[in-house]
């Protein structure tokens, strides 16, 4: 490790940054109130009735979020809640902006859907303080590396024997009074502290105990074998539940932690063949996948005479142009469904709030990782470094997939917009992610315990007289 | 850890910088594409978010706009007397899209026009809804009505011109179609809108200016004006050199007969050949000429080429051909095909002493606040003959008219020029023969009105069939209704 050498681990005593945090909190509350009010005088000329609730619950949120920051991870980085809570309160808006529109707001679809959102958003808060409040070191969970593994893998085939069919994948959960739930969500957590603890013990053999070839350092059999069924279980999620999205983020984030730790290009290389001749595979045989590719590559295409949700979102995103439609003033509806609350809400972002709109988002999204990759920089211990590294890059990997899905960059994938869009389970993870993210910046940026006094010192006192 | 920690940071980064290149791609430079792709909805919900402008005839709209409650679409179009004025409006359905003046002007009537910037912008500051500006056409709407109403529930098409200025002053066609009824998008539209696609007589097609007929002996005009321009023949009353019976030339000895067999059509003057329609004398005629020269004069009268009006009218066609066709193409059979706006425009010719006038049928476009954003001055289109031939021609038409059974009633104080035809339909003409008419009138001050009218299937027996039975009584309507709009303006 050659953490020596970085000018970002700190042992001084470096400022807190919370009255930064707050000052930036005001306007990650203020920010969404001022476009809930925009869109009821958009659409009704009147301040919308629920404004004040509305703000009051964000505020009381981010509120009681920084009181516990201040209490319990006072050094943690200043930026990260406020952008979380501004990207939430974001994704509230648009919801609620989406809901005003009847077509797509029937008892069918699951009728008005903020309010509910609100609710779990209320749930990830609460969540990311009892991680904030309870784990008080993250090393604790290098404890739990192998029971990590099996509630990840138990999450993620959940959705093969117990899971419905949506939209042709297959990655609900039904809970029987608590309503579906997406297991991918939380299994990419999970995921993420197993890989960090199990690298942690692993990377040394991995890393030495390998053969040059032309040039590449190859690994020895054995080591390739992890390696090896994290891909098969992959596949197998891209084939049973046939998500493409999260079968990428669990592949893609293991080759990025495995190259972390081992500090091996070959890594990478070796996955990238991989996931390439998998997702090959997958899109040449199954028809859903094969569908997807179909879509992105002729996304104005019609379907049965029908212009697809893909040609609707590219519409949407064209016909915001520079400076958007005005919160309120798209068609984004046309979508329909209730994929425009979730898969597709950045549609919504770049109709109404035009190309600057849907930069600023990407931005804050950009900064978020960033801040997360800095605090794996900043991180002492290698568990620490290894799961920050891990989280920021799902986060990353998350909204590139799901943002390049969208406006057709890539293949669109099921996965959802961190924050911004519809669904109770993307939520709650994604603030337990971020809480984590938080309390490895707490110990990084805190400083380092004073030295004990030593007697000698005692006796070289120089004393006044 | 850091180093490869640092490359991710940066890979991370690159993701980011690929996202946002996409949406500066998607939102910028793919931007004008995708915000006005025929299937982007937003097209059409703007269409029709506001009041459409107007279709004027006669300082009247002939269109309208009502408020209904789809969500989609706060406004459909309506029209006055729909069928009739369908050939002229086109349509504008939510569901079916636009077409003619509705679609040509389009940006017009939604009053997006950028000519209609600053009228838009004075609406905005004073806080009123976008306004579409209103197209004023050229047509007169007792000639419409006399047209639409003459053709009753025959097939045919009528195409009307005042020959000084090339201003369309009827365009109808039957069967016609209500365009209000298939205006929404809903599934009564949807019915409509399939059954008038299905139906066999095609009323969705504007019969005057996209459909080509053989104009049949209505040509001779044309073939008698290339003659008399080419110096074959010296006037009209001079003795043409015209066997009976003809014989297509190449031909083992096929024979070109005439509707008169008493011996009249040898030799006859064009005067009289106009009269009694003499096959013989303008199939020899026109291969005297030669179909470069028959061509070259069918091409001045504007065949041969597209017409915009601005409603494209497909071309008519005097194509290059043999002997024994091109002869038959001068008698308006064979390869010849014209428009009925093509043949109101050789009236026209006539009629305006030789010089053909650009057909037009927009007069002007006004913004909301009534200023004319643009106003179309008449144009000089061709010369397709000399004034001497024209009047010439025109003393020939006119013979024809008067010596005819044709019964010009109210118009027996101005002189009426015309020319019948009844052109051969199918193989063999097994079908039942078209029935044509051109006409003009030709008061003091010169030719107000100028008509052609085809009568594809009236539903009478086809010996019955004939110009001067079925279609002259139109055109004398037509003119009657202009002339009598002249004298009371």
Not at chain 1, 83 to 91: E, F, K, S, Y
Not at chain 2, 253 to 264: A, C, F, H, K, Y
């Amino acid at each position: 490790m050659s953490s020596t050498s970085t000018t970002t681990v700190s042992t001084g005593g470096l400022p807190s940054r919370r009255n930064t945090e707050l000052a930036m909190l005001v306007f990650a509350v203020v920010i969404p109130i001022l476009a809930y009010a925009n869109v009821g005088l958009a659409k009704d000329e009147t301040i919308p009735a629920g404004m004040l609730g509305y703000g009051l619950g964000l505020g009381l949120m981010a509120g009681a979020a920084h009181l516990v920051v201040r209490r319990w991870a006072p050094y943690a980085d200043p930026l990260m809640l406020p952008i979380a809570t501004l990207l939430n309160g974001l994704g509230l808006v648009l919801i609620w902006r989406l809901d005003q529109e009847p077509e797509i707001t029937t008892s069918a679809l699951g009728g008005p859907m903020a309010a509910d959102q609100l609710i779990w958003s209320t749930v990830g808060v609460a969540l990311f303080l009892a991680v904030l409040i309870f784990l008080k070191d993250h090393r604790i969970l290098q404890r739990y590396t192998y029971i990590s593994m099996v509630v990840a893998l138990i999450l993620l085939a959940s959705p093969i024997f117990i899971g419905e069919s949506v939209n042709g994948a297959r990655i609900w959960v039904q809970i029987p009074g608590v309503g579906s739930l997406q297991p991918g969500e939380f299994a990419k957590i999970v995921i993420a502290v197993f890989f960090a603890g199990y690298l942690m013990v692993k990377r040394d053999a991995l890393a030495l105990a390998s053969r040059r070839v032309m040039g590449v350092y190859l690994p020895r059999g054995r080591d390739l074998g992890p390696i090896l069924v994290i891909w098969a279980i992959s596949l197998m999620i891209l084939i049973f539940e046939t998500d493409l999205g999260t079968s990428l983020l669990f592949f893609g984030i293991f080759v990025v932690m495995l190259y972390v730790a081992t500090e091996r290009t070959s890594w990478i290389i070796f996955g990238l063949l991989l996931s390439a001749s998998g997702a090959v595979f997958v899109a040449s045989t199954n028809a859903h996948v094969g569908q997807r590719v179909d879509n992105w590559l002729n996304p104005l295409a019609l379907e049965n005479d029908g212009v697809t949700e893909t040609a609707q979102s590219m519409y949407a995103f064209g016909s915001g142009g520079l400076f958007g439609s005005g919160l309120g003033q798209g068609y984004s509806r046309l979508i329909g469904g209730i994929a425009a609350k979730s898969d597709y809400i950045l549609a919504t972002v770049g109709e109404e709030l035009g190309l600057a709109g849907l930069m600023a988002v990407i931005l804050l999204y950009a900064l978020l990782i960033e801040r997360g990759m800095r605090t794996a920089l900043a991180a002492r211990d290698p568990f620490g470094k290894l799961l920050a590294v891990g989280l920021s890059g799902i986060f990353a990997i998350q909204v590139f997939v799901v943002a390049g899905g969208v406006t057709g960059l890539i293949p669109l994938t099921g996965m959802t917009m961190p924050f911004l869009a519809q669904g109770g389970s993307s939520v709650i993870a994604n603030w337990a992610l971020i809480a984590l993210l938080l309390r490895i910046s707490d110990t990084a940026r805190r400083p380092a315990p004073a030295p004990a006094p030593s007697p000698d010192a005692e006796q070289t006192q120089v004393v006044r007289v | 850890m850091n180093k490869p920690m640092r490359r991710v940071a940066v890979f991370c980064g690159l993701l980011v910088l690929a996202l946002l290149l996409r949406v500066n791609w998607v939102q910028f430079v793919q931007a004008d594409d995708l915000q006005n792709d025929e299937h982007n909805r937003r097209v059409n919900i703007e269409r029709y978010a506001n009041p459409r402008g107007d279709i004027i005839v006669d300082g009247e709209p002939i269109t309208g706009s009502e408020e209904t409650d789809n969500s989609d679409y706060r406004y459909q179009r309506t029209w006055v007397d729909g069928p009739m004025w369908a050939p002229v409006t086109g349509y504008s359905s939510q569901a079916f899209g636009t077409t003619q003046l509705e679609h040509l002007n389009d940006s017009i009537l939604t009053g997006d026009d950028d000519r209609l910037f600053f009228n838009n912008t004075i609406d905005m500051f004073t806080g009123e809804d976008q306004r579409g500006g209103n197209v004023v056409t050229t047509l007169n709407a007792d000639a419409q009505r006399a047209a639409f109403e003459g053709l009753g529930d025959s097939k045919g098409a009528v195409a009307a011109i005042d020959p000084r200025t090339g201003e369309i002053l009827a365009m109808a066609s039957t069967p016609s179609y209500d365009p209000s009824s298939f205006a929404g998008n809903g599934g009564e539209d949807e019915d409509a809108w399939v059954a008038l696609n299905q139906d066999e007589d095609k009323p969705l097609v504007n019969r005057a200016l996209r459909e080509t007929y053989p104009p049949g002996s209505t040509f001779k005009v044309v073939t008698a004006a290339a003659a008399l321009e080419a110096g074959v023949v010296d006037d009209v009353d001079t003795e043409t050199d015209s066997p009976e019976p003809y014989y297509l030339p190449e031909t083992e000895n096929v024979e070109l007969g005439n509707q008169v067999n008493d011996g009249r059509c040898e030799d006859a003057t064009i005067r009289t050949a106009i009269q009694l329609s003499c096959n013989s004398v303008f199939a020899n005629l026109s291969d005297r000429l030669g179909n470069e020269e028959m061509r070259e004069t069918a091409e001045a009268f504007g065949y041969n080429e597209e017409q915009f009006i601005p409603v494209r009218a497909d071309a008519s066609a005097y194509p290059e051909d043999n002997r024994p066709q091109n002869a038959q193409a001068g008698i308006g059979q064979a390869s010849n095909r014209a428009t009925p706006l093509q043949m109101a425009m050789v009236a026209a010719a006539v009629a305006n002493d030789g010089t053909l006038m650009q057909p037009y049928m927009v007069d002007q476009l006004i913004a909301p606040s009534l200023n004319v954003i643009e106003q179309h001055e008449p144009e000089e289109m061709s010369e397709p003959m000399s004034s001497d031939t024209a009047q010439q021609l025109q003393s020939a038409m006119e013979t024809m008219v008067d010596e005819s059974v044709i019964d010009t009633g109210e118009l027996s104080d101005v002189r009426v020029g015309g020319k019948t035809g009844t052109a051969q339909h199918g193989e063999n003409n097994e079908e039942t023969p078209y029935a044509w008419f051109i006409s003009y009138a030709m008061t003091d001050e010169g030719s107000p009105v100028a008509v052609a009218v085809v009568v594809e299937d009236a539903g009478v027996a086809r010996d019955d069939v004939s110009g001067s039975g079925l279609a002259a009584p139109i055109a004398v309507d037509v003119m009657e209704a202009v002339l009598a709009g002249e004298n009371e303006g």
